[in-house]
Each structure stands twice: as structure tokens, then as C-alpha cells.
């Protein structure tokens, strides 16, 4: 997996076969920074895009190719021995009101230098069905963290954020929140040259400003209902800049911090209120520590937990979905809930290239 913050891959071994997924192994491999730097260029409008693009997945899939060999190298587990690959790719568009999502990737050349069968291109099916394509990992949580008579919220924090109501009764809603760390990663890169705000110490070192609070949560995207979802074709630089000229860079800082736990708290509240007593994080976020002190600030009435709780290592659970979302499309069965993306039905995701 490889995220809207761009900072490398996430690579899982998972075993499904037993009651409970277990997470065998994991590494992370950071991005090289002139793969980083053409990724994010490709985020927006830029010159040869095709074949800069073209270019940049089969990078992409080199790095990859790599972190699956590290993991087997570690592990001992011999290439034959998996099953599939499920390969996400490095999302550069998501317009699914258009009715398209883009994911770089080249999962022919990761089964070619892997020896492995690869599943990819998870999300096109569902917005050809009418939905939204993301979020996907709802459906992992459902499987997995759901439980009968128990009101769940499952939040994670990547560059964008998304939470996962998980019902009483087993049904499930889903959708992205807003930004999670894009922009706050995006703020200190400019200013500090730093690529993210660890624990969120620059954050903690300003102030709120109320009024761009107030500007920034007048975003429409936030009042619209579910199913939705959301990405850097949204928050952009411009956007951020349309919000933040001529104000003291700390308190900026500051205040998209406060902007992200907002809207995380707000949408949690407006669909579940006060049944949600269980809210387990998992993502880059829960690292932030700053981050994580105003969510419990702002959401006191909940338990507030990482999802290693529930078994699964909160840095690794989006990994893990997705290896478990090519497990479903070898196994022909669905890999969204409608209700979350708003498709017209469940539907089987991925296409499968053998080894």
C-alpha cells in the first residue's frame, strides 16, 4: 500500500487462513525522493504527463517488488508460497463524479519481478457500478473488527481521513472525513522543509486561529452526505492558500490540526452521537500525538483506542485490507458495501494478473 501522504510503501505478509487474520510480517520502505517528487507532481496537471506517468508506476512497482522481497527474505516464505499480491497503487486522480479514479500502477511488471499473482485496479468496478471507489477499507473492518450489540468507529488517519461506523446490528457506513495529514504535511514542507509535523510539535507550538477554523470547515465537501470521498483533488495547495496568505505559519500549523480532529469528531457525532463509545485509529495519524490529544479532547465522551486493540497494528491495517481485498476477488466474492460507496451493488473488486 502506498497512501495519499506519499511517504512509502507498506508491505504486509497476511495469513487469512485461520479465525482471526494474523499479520505474519510487515516493512516499510520509504520513497526515493526523486520517485516522491515526480508522484507528487503527477498529483496536479503537468507537462508529458503519459509518459511521465507511465514512467513513475513502473518506479512505483519496482519499489513495490522490493518491499514484498524484503518481507520473504525475512520470513523464509518462498514466492510460491503466496497466494497473491494485492497492489493498490499510487492514486494521482479520484474523481469518481466524473466517474473515474486513477491509480498509477503496472501490476504485469510486479508479477513479472515477483513471480507472484498480483490483484489491482480494486476501485474501477465500483465506480462503474455508480460509486464511489473509496473508501475500500470499510469492508475490511466490517469483516473484522465488527461486533454484534457493539457500536464501533474505526478512524484512520492517512493523508486524507475516513472513518467506518460499525453497527450493533452488522451493518456498516463508511466514508472520507476530509484532510488528515495532506495538509498538514503540505504547511511544514513549505515552511519547514520538513516532510511531516512529527508528534505534531509545530502544531502544538501555535495557536488556533477561530475565524480560519471557521473559513476552513466552511468547506461544502464536509456538509455533503454519505456515501462520499475526498482527496488532494480537493485540498490542494491553492486551496490551502486561498485559506492561509499572510498568517503566521505556526498558527496555521496549528489550526489544520485542529481542522482535521474537527472534522473527524463532527462526522463521527452527526451519524452515530453518543452510541459510538468505542472509537479505535489506525493510520499515519496516530502517530501524531498532538493530533490524538485534541480528537479525545474534542470526542471526551468516547473511548478512544489504536486498532491493536482489536488485533490488527494500527500501521497496518490498510495493508492488510487490501491483501484481503485480493484474497475476496480470487475467491469471486464482493469487495465493497454499497452502502459505503454507493454503488448499485456489492461487486466483485480487482483484476487478477497470474504469476
Same mark, same amino acid.
Do not use: W
Given at each position: 500500500?502506498?497512501?495519499?501522504?506519499?511517504?512509502?510503501?507498506?508491505?504486509?505478509?497476511?495469513?487469512?487462513?485461520?479465525?482471526?487474520?494474523?499479520?505474519?510480517?510487515?516493512?516499510? +520502505?520509504?520513497?526515493?525522493?526523486?520517485?516522491?517528487?515526480?508522484? #507528487?507532481?503527477?498529483?496536479?496537471?503537468?507537462?508529458?504527463?503519459?509518459? @511521465?506517468?507511465?514512467?513513475?508506476?513502473?518506479?512505483?512497482?519496482?519499489?513495490?517488488?522490493? +518491499?514484498?522481497?524484503?518481507? =520473504?527474505?525475512?520470513?523464509?516464505?518462498?514466492?510460491?508460497?503466496? @497466494?497473491? !499480491?494485492? +497492489?493498490?497503487?499510487?492514486?494521482?486522480?479520484? @474523481?469518481?463524479? $466524473?466517474?473515474?479514479?486513477?491509480? #498509477?500502477?503496472?501490476?504485469? =511488471? =510486479?508479477?513479472? $519481478?515477483?513471480? !507472484?499473482?498480483?490483484?489491482?485496479?480494486?476501485?474501477?468496478?465500483?465506480?462503474?457500478?455508480?460509486?464511489? &471507489?473509496?473508501? =475500500?477499507?470499510?469492508?475490511?473492518?466490517?469483516?473484522?473488527?465488527?461486533?454484534?450489540?457493539?457500536? @464501533?468507529?474505526?478512524?484512520?488517519?492517512?493523508?486524507? &481521513?475516513?472513518?467506518? #461506523?460499525?453497527?450493533?446490528?452488522? &451493518?456498516? $457506513?463508511?466514508?472520507?472525513? &476530509?484532510?488528515?495529514?495532506?495538509?498538514m504535511d503540505l504547511w511544514i514542507a513549505r515552511h519547514q522543509g520538513k516532510s511531516h509535523d512529527a508528534d505534531g510539535a509545530w502544531a502544538a507550538a501555535g495557536r488556533v486561529l477561530p475565524d480560519l477554523l471557521a473559513r476552513l470547515l466552511a468547506e461544502p465537501y464536509l456538509a455533503l452526505p454519505p456515501p462520499k470521498s475526498t482527496g488532494r483533488d480537493l485540498f490542494t495547495a491553492d486551496w490551502l492558500d486561498s485559506h492561509c496568505a499572510q498568517l503566521p505559519p505556526a498558527d496555521v500549523q496549528a489550526t489544520l490540526c485542529e481542522f482535521t480532529a474537527a472534522t473527524i469528531v463532527d462526522a463521527i457525532r452527526t451519524q452515530v452521537g453518543d452510541a459510538a463509545t468505542d472509537i479505535f485509529v489506525c493510520g499515519g495519524g496516530g502517530h501524531n500525538t498532538h493530533l490524538q490529544s485534541r480528537l479525545r479532547a474534542l470526542g471526551a465522551t468516547w473511548t478512544w483506542q489504536a486498532t491493536d486493540a482489536l488485533g490488527v497494528a494500527a500501521d497496518w491495517v490498510e495493508a492488510m485490507a487490501f491483501a484481503w481485498l485480493a484474497q475476496r476477488a480470487l475467491d469471486n466474492q464482493p469487495g465493497n458495501i454499497a452502502s459505503v460507496t454507493g454503488a448499485a451493488g456489492p461487486r466483485v473488486l480487482g483484476a487478477i494478473y497470474p504469476r
Open positions: 500500500m502506498s497512501g495519499t501522504s506519499l511517504d512509502g510503501v507498506d508491505c504486509a505478509l497476511a495469513d487469512f487462513s485461520g479465525p482471526s487474520p494474523r499479520t505474519v510480517a510487515t516493512h516499510f +520502505a520509504p520513497f526515493e525522493p526523486a520517485l516522491r517528487a515526480e508522484l #507528487l507532481a503527477l498529483q496536479g496537471k503537468t507537462d508529458n504527463e503519459l509518459e @511521465r506517468a507511465a514512467l513513475a508506476a513502473n518506479g512505483l512497482v519496482r519499489a513495490y517488488a522490493a +518491499a514484498a522481497a524484503e518481507v =520473504l527474505r525475512n520470513t523464509g516464505v518462498a514466492a510460491n508460497q503466496v @497466494r497473491a !499480491i494485492g +497492489a493498490h497503487g499510487q492514486t494521482i486522480r479520484h @474523481r469518481p463524479e $466524473l466517474g473515474y479514479t486513477l491509480q #498509477l500502477n503496472n501490476p504485469a =511488471l =510486479l508479477a513479472e $519481478l515477483t513471480g !507472484i499473482t498480483v490483484v489491482a485496479d480494486f476501485r474501477a468496478r465500483d465506480v462503474a457500478a455508480g460509486g464511489q &471507489g473509496a473508501p =475500500l477499507a470499510p469492508t475490511f473492518h466490517h469483516a473484522v473488527f465488527g461486533a454484534p450489540g457493539k457500536t @464501533r468507529v474505526i478512524v484512520n488517519i492517512g493523508g486524507i &481521513g475516513n472513518i467506518t #461506523l460499525l453497527g450493533p446490528d452488522g &451493518g456498516a $457506513l463508511g466514508f472520507d472525513t &476530509g484532510p488528515g495529514n495532506v495538509l
